[in-house]
Each structure stands twice: as structure tokens, then as C-alpha cells.
T-cell receptor, first 113, second 110 residues
């Protein structure tokens, strides 16, 4: 099976812009989770989607949003970018019926200038 | 609120020596605990979970509810064990998402 695929792998934006990141889960997986990884804060949970519904949400401002499509692919959007949004954004998928075993993508590295 | 603490950012041991990576957690209910590992230039991946009570690559971890700990141990470290290790906790209900610790970078010296 192909692994979790994230695009783009790298991107550079300026403050105030918005960005959309994409994640294709492993075939058959219905749950997609997003994490932000920074040197200072480590891995922080953003949100989880299951069958097109947000099932869980972390403590991030409303500028961070996401959605999931009927084919389980997911996107996350960050609007009005700030310098502090520079991070590696990781997507992970799982079958959805149990917790814990997440299959991670390689991440999208966002740099905000 | 759920919280995972890994007190050591860096840990170095010599090949063949025992290794223990510490993990403490805070959660009011019954958590599920996991260890994830990230080898150089590879994706983050599950190493083991407490519910399975299995040994993976010689690593074991025992959930100690009294001490709220889930330390990862290996009796004889190998150079290929060098990696970043993350302890993670999953709660129940609205807290079912994985909460990760800050990670411990393990270096096994020759």
C-alpha cells in the first residue's frame, strides 16, 4: 500500500497570506489527523477528521481549519499567516476504529517570512 | 487535560549498555500509552503500545499506573537504535487524540 502522501513538501509564504496543505491517507483509512511540529512546542495536535466530520480539535486559533473529502483525502488551511506558524505540518491516517496507531506522512514544511 | 513528560531531551549510551527512556503522564482516566520512533530521514512510526505487552526490536515498556510512568527499556542498546523517541498518550471520548511528549534523542555510541 502507498503510504500517507503530503503536498507540498516545502513552501514559503509571507505574513498575512494563507496556505492550504493536502494529505492523502493510506487507502482504506478513514481517519486523518493533523499535527504541528516545532522545535519549541514539539508535536501538537491540530484536529482529526473521520468520515468527513471533525471528530476532535486541538487548542489552535480559528485561523487553522481543515476538511475531509468523501475519498478521505484531507486539507488544512491556515489563514492570515504569522511568523510563528512556521513549522512542519504532519498528517497521519488510521483506519479510524481504534486509537493509537497512526501512520504519518513526511510532512509539509512551511516557512513564513 | 492530558500531558506527557519526557524529562530527557538527549540521552547517550554505549553499544551493549542498557537504556531506559523515561516517560511520565498525567491523565485522570484510563489512558492508552504508546512509544513512537523517528529514525534519521524516516517518518515517525509506532514502536509499541502498552496494550500489546510485546517486545519490539528488543524494547519493552511497562505501564505503571501508580507512578503514572511508561518507561521504554532495552537491555543491550545497538547503534541502529539511535533515533528520536516520543512517548504518546490517548485518552477517551473527547480526549482520544494522541498527545505526544517532547521527545528524547537517543544516541548509541560505538
Amino acid at each position: 500500500k502507498a503510504g500517507v502522501t503530503q503536498t507540498p513538501r516545502y513552501l514559503i509564504k509571507t505574513r498575512g497570506q494563507q496556505v492550504t496543505l493536502s494529505c492523502s491517507p493510506i487507502s482504506g483509512h478513514r481517519s486523518v489527523s493533523w499535527y504541528q511540529q516545532t522545535p519549541g512546542q514539539g508535536l501538537q495536535f491540530l484536529f482529526e477528521y473521520f468520515s468527513e466530520t471533525q471528530r476532535n480539535k486541538g487548542n489552535f486559533p480559528g485561523r487553522f481549519s481543515g476538511r475531509q473529502f468523501s475519498n478521505s483525502r484531507s486539507e488544512m488551511n491556515v489563514s492570515t499567516l504569522e511568523l510563528g506558524d512556521s513549522a512542519l505540518y504532519l498528517c497521519a491516517s488510521s483506519p479510524g476504529h481504534s486509537t493509537g496507531e497512526l501512520f504519518f506522512g513526511e510532512g509539509s514544511r512551511l516557512t513564513v517570512l | 487535560a492530558q500531558r506527557v513528560t519526557q524529562p530527557e531531551k538527549l540521552l547517550s549510551v554505549f553499544k551493549g549498555a542498557p537504556v531506559e527512556l523515561k516517560c511520565n503522564y498525567s491523565y485522570s482516566g484510563s489512558p492508552e500509552l504508546f512509544w513512537y520512533v523517528q529514525y534519521s530521514r524516516q517518518r515517525l512510526q509506532l514502536l509499541l503500545r502498552h496494550i500489546s505487552r510485546e517486545s519490539i526490536k528488543g524494547f519493552t515498556a511497562d505501564l505503571n499506573k501508580g507512578e503514572t510512568s511508561f518507561h521504554l527499556k532495552k537491555p543491550f542498546a545497538q547503534e541502529e537504535d539511535s533515533a528520536m523517541y516520543y512517548c504518546a498518550l490517548s485518552g477517551s471520548g473527547s480526549a482520544r487524540q494522541l498527545t505526544f511528549g517532547s521527545g528524547t534523542q537517543l544516541t548509541v555510541l560505538p
